[in-house]
C-alpha cells in the first residue's frame, strides 16, 4: 500500500505528462488526415489547379443538402447530393472566375430586377413560385425577406438562392454569347444546299476485311507502340487515375435449417393474425404495411381475393418472404368517380358561406371558374374528369364511397380546403384496405456468426500478398473477383452498396487488406493490388484495338489492288462479288445500301462530280469499296435562304452543349474524395 502511495504521490505529475506528450504526437500524426491546424486541412481534390480542402468541400456538401432539402438515405441520393456538391465548387473555382475574366457580370439593379419578376430568374421562381398556378409570386418573396432578419435558416437560404441565382445568369449570359457568336458562310451554304438537293445513284463493289489471310496483315509490338505514342493524346487514350482490387464474397445464405424454422414462425404469426381483432394494431405491431388505398378484385390474384370477404389470405411463400394479408376494412364503392372540386386557400373565410350556397343549387363550374386556386381546373369549370375508386386516398376514399351524383363534400386540410362535387358514379363493388405482414427468409444469428468466422479466418490467412490472397480464397471455398475503382468513384462496379469499400480502396495502400465489410447482408474482404495514376489508358489495354486498326489498315492497302479494273462488272468478276447498287445517296446519310454505318463511304460518293468514272478505292469501316456514280438528281427543294436559317438555327441549338463540353476538357479537376467521403 505505501509503495502504491508513493507512486501516485512522486510520480503523478511525471506520469500526467507523459500521457498528455503522447496524447499530443497522436493529435499531431492525425493532423494530416483529420484537417487539426488549419493549414493541415487535407486535400480532398483541384480544381483548375485551386486546392479543395476537407472542410471546404464538407460546408458545400451541407449548405448543398440543406438547401436541397437533401436526403442521404440511399447511395443514389447521396451520390447526387455529392455531384451538386462539386458541381458547386466547379462553378466557384473555374467557372466564375472565368466569367469575370471575359467581362460578364451581374450588376446590383439587374439581380434586383430578377427579384422583382421583371426579368424572372427559374431559380428564384422555382422558390417562390405560386404551387396552385406556377406563377412567380413577389408578396411571397417579400414575406421571406421579412423574417429573415430574425431566421438565421433564410439567411443561408437566402445566400445560396442569389449565388445560384446569379450563377445562373452568368450562364445564360455566356450562352447567349456562344449563340450570338455562331455564323453560317456562303460555302456551308452552298454545301448545304448541294447536299439536300443532289441525291447520287450507282453501282459499287465491296469486299469485306475479313476476307484477306490475317497472315497477310501482321502487326508487330513496334507498330502497336508507335501508334500509341503518336496517338494516346487523343481524348479515347485518356483515363482517370484508377486503383484495382480483388475481393472476395462471403455469401450468408439461410440454411436449411434456417428455412425450416423460419417456416415454423411464419405459419405460428399466421395463426396469431387469424386470432387477432385489431388487424391494424397486430400489423403495425409486427412492422408490417397498410395499404393506402382501397383495392378490388382487379388489383389482387384470385388467391388474394378473399380478403375482400374478410378471410385471411396466408401465410404463403413468395420469392424469399412469407406473405399474409387481413382487410383492415371492407366496403362497396363504385368502381370509378367522376368529380369537379374547387380548391381554397388553407383557412379561408369563403369556404363555408360558399359550401354553403353549392349545397343550395349555386353553379358549381360558375363557381369553380371564380373561386378556385387550381388553374388547371379552374378554366374547365373544375372538372378533374373520371377517377378509379382504387386511386384515392383512403380518407377521400371513405368520404365517397356512398357519395351519389351530385353529392358534394368539403376536405379540410393543412394543403388547403377542397369542395367536391360527384358527377359520375359507377356501379358498386367490393373493396378492401388491405393489412400485410411478411417474414423474410433470411439467415439466422448463428449462419451469420459461422459465416463471419470464416470470413475472419480468410482475413488472417490472406494477408502478406495476392497469392497469400489467392491460397486463402481457395481453402475458404470463395473466387476472387477483381474491380478497377476510377478516381472519385463512389461505389465498386457490380457490388450493390459498396461505398464503404469504395472509400477504403482509395486511401489504401498496395497489397493492404482490408476489415470485413458488411455488403448487402453479406461479407467482403479486399486487397488492394494496383495504383494507377497515369494519364493515359496503358498499351497493354489498348493494344488490341490499334492491332485491329492497323491490321484493317494494311488489308485495306492488300484489297486495293485487287479493286482495279476496266469496268465494275470486271472488278466484281475478278473479285468473285456481285455488283450491289445504291439509290438517293446524300451528303446527309449515314449508311449505303446493306452498309448501315459507312460515313466515308458516303462522303465520297456525296462529293463526286463526275459520272460513269470508276472511283478510287475507299477505306470504309467494315469494307472497301469502288463505286461508280451512274446519276446525279438534283432539285428545288431547298432554297439558300432556308437553308441558311436552317444551319442558323442548328448551330444556336447546338452551340451552348458544345461550349459546355469544351469547358469540360479544359477544366482540370482531380477528384480524391472518395478516400473521405
Known amino acids: 500500500m505505501a509503495s502504491l502511495h508513493t507512486l501516485r504521490t512522486k510520480y503523478g505529475v511525471v506520469l500526467s505528462v507523459i500521457i498528455v506528450l503522447a496524447l499530443l504526437a497522436f493529435i499531431i500524426s492525425l493532423g494530416p488526415e483529420m484537417g487539426f491546424f488549419g493549414s493541415r486541412d487535407p486535400k480532398v481534390g483541384s480544381i483548375n489547379g485551386n486546392k479543395v480542402t476537407y472542410m471546404e468541400y464538407l460546408n458545400e456538401y451541407e449548405t448543398t443538402k440543406t438547401n436541397m432539402g437533401g436526403d442521404e438515405s440511399t447511395e443514389e441520393a447521396a451520390a447526387y447530393l455529392a455531384n451538386a456538391t462539386w458541381q458547386s465548387l466547379v462553378a466557384k473555382h473555374f467557372l466564375q472566375p472565368g466569367f469575370e475574366k471575359i467581362g460578364l457580370a451581374v450588376s446590383e439593379a439587374e439581380r434586383m430586377s430578377m427579384l422583382a419578376g421583371e426579368h424572372p430568374s427559374p431559380v428564384i421562381n422555382q422558390a ?110 485518356k483515363k482517370l487515375p484508377r486503383r484495382r482490387i480483388s475481393y472476395v464474397l462471403f455469401d450468408v445464405a439461410p440454411t436449411e435449417s434456417d428455412v425450416v424454422e423460419i417456416e415454423n414462425k411464419a405459419k405460428t404469426l399466421g395463426e396469431e393474425f387469424a386470432a387477432a381483432e385489431d388487424v391494424r394494431a397486430f400489423v403495425r405491431k409486427n412492422m408490417g404495411t397498410v395499404s393506402d388505398t382501397y383495392v378490388s378484385a382487379a388489383q389482387l390474384s384470385a388467391d388474394e381475393a378473399v380478403v375482400l370477404d374478410g378471410a385471411q389470405y396466408g401465410p404463403v411463400l413468395k420469392g424469399n418472404e412469407w406473405v399474409m394479408s387481413r382487410p383492415v376494412a371492407t366496403l362497396m364503392a363504385p368502381d370509378s368517380i367522376g368529380l369537379s372540386h374547387i380548391v381554397l386557400a388553407p383557412n379561408a373565410p369563403e369556404a363555408d358561406s360558399l359550401y354553403n350556397a353549392l349545397k343550395g343549387g349555386a353553379n358549381f363550374a360558375e363557381a369553380a371558374s371564380k373561386h378556385s386556386q387550381y388553374a388547371q381546373t379552374a378554366q374547365n369549370g373544375g372538372d378533374m374528369g373520371v377517377v378509379p375508386f382504387s386511386m384515392l386516398a383512403v380518407e377521400l376514399a371513405d368520404k365517397l364511397a356512398q357519395a351519389k351524383v351530385g353529392d358534394l363534400i368539403k376536405i379540410d386540410n393543412a394543403g388547403g380546403i377542397q369542395i367536391m362535387k360527384v358527377t359520375r358514379a359507377d356501379k358498386a363493388k367490393k373493396y378492401a384496405q388491405v393489412g400485410t405482414v411478411k417474414v ?35 481453402a475458404a471455398a470463395v473466387t476472387p473477383r477483381t474491380a478497377t475503382v476510377n478516381q472519385g468513384d463512389r461505389t465498386i462496379s457490380g457490388l450493390l452498396n459498396s461505398r464503404e469499400v469504395a472509400r477504403w480502396a482509395h486511401g489504401a495502400e498496395i497489397g493492404e487488406l482490408s476489415d470485413i465489410f ?24 489498348a493494344q488490341y484495338e490499334i492491332s485491329r486498326r492497323l491490321a484493317r489498315d494494311k488489308k485495306f492497302e492488300v484489297l486495293k489492288s485487287k479493286l482495279a479494273g476496266a469496268t465494275i462488272e470486271e472488278i466484281a468478276a475478278a473479285n468473285g462479288v456481285e455488283v450491289a447498287t445504291f439509290e438517293d445517296v446524300k451528303y446527309g446519310n449515314f449508311g449505303v445500301g446493306a452498309y448501315s454505318y459507312e460515313p466515308a463511304l458516303v462522303g465520297a460518293i456525296a462529293k463526286t462530280v463526275e ?17 461508280v456514280v451512274d446519276a446525279i438528281s438534283k432539285s428545288e427543294s431547298q432554297t439558300a435562304e432556308a437553308e441558311k436559317v436552317r444551319l442558323q438555327a442548328f448551330n444556336e441549338s447546338i452551340t451552348p452543349q458544345m461550349a459546355a463540353m469544351a469547358l469540360q476538357r479544359m477544366v482540370e479537376v482531380e477528384d480524391l474524395r472518395g478516400k473521405y467521403f
Open 440 to 474: 423474410a427468409v433470411e439467415a439466422s444469428s448463428t449462419t451469420r456468426r459461422n459465416v463471419h468466422n470464416v470470413a475472419s479466418v480468410f482475413s488472417v490467412d490472406g494477408k502478406g500478398s495476392i497469392d497469400n490472397f489467392n491460397t486463402a480464397a481457395t
Open 611 to 627: 459520272t460513269d468514272k470508276i472511283s478510287a478505292p475507299v477505306k470504309g469501316s467494315s469494307v472497301a469499296v469502288v463505286f
Open 128 to 237: 417562390f413560385a405560386d404551387p396552385q398556378t406556377g406563377v412567380y409570386d413577389v408578396a411571397a418573396v417579400s414575406s421571406f425577406l421579412s423574417q429573415m432578419s430574425s431566421n438565421p435558416q433564410y439567411q443561408q437560404m437566402w445566400s445560396y438562392l442569389n449565388s445560384k441565382a446569379i450563377l445562373n445568369r452568368l450562364n445564360t449570359k455566356f450562352n447567349g454569347l456562344v449563340k450570338a457568336g455562331s455564323y453560317v458562310n456562303k460555302l456551308e451554304v452552298e454545301q448545304g444546299v448541294a447536299s439536300e438537293n443532289e441525291s447520287r445513284n450507282g453501282r459499287m463493289v465491296a469486299i469485306n476485311y475479313n476476307t484477306v489471310a490475317d497472315s497477310l496483315a501482321t502487326v508487330s509490338d513496334a507498330e502497336i507502340k508507335a501508334y500509341y505514342e503518336a496517338n494516346k493524346d487523343k481524348d479515347e487514350y
Open 518 to 541: 458488411t455488403v448487402d447482408g453479406s461479407y467482403v474482404v479486399a486487397m488492394l493490388t494496383e495504383i494507377d495514376d497515369t494519364k493515359y489508358v496503358p498499351l497493354v489495354e
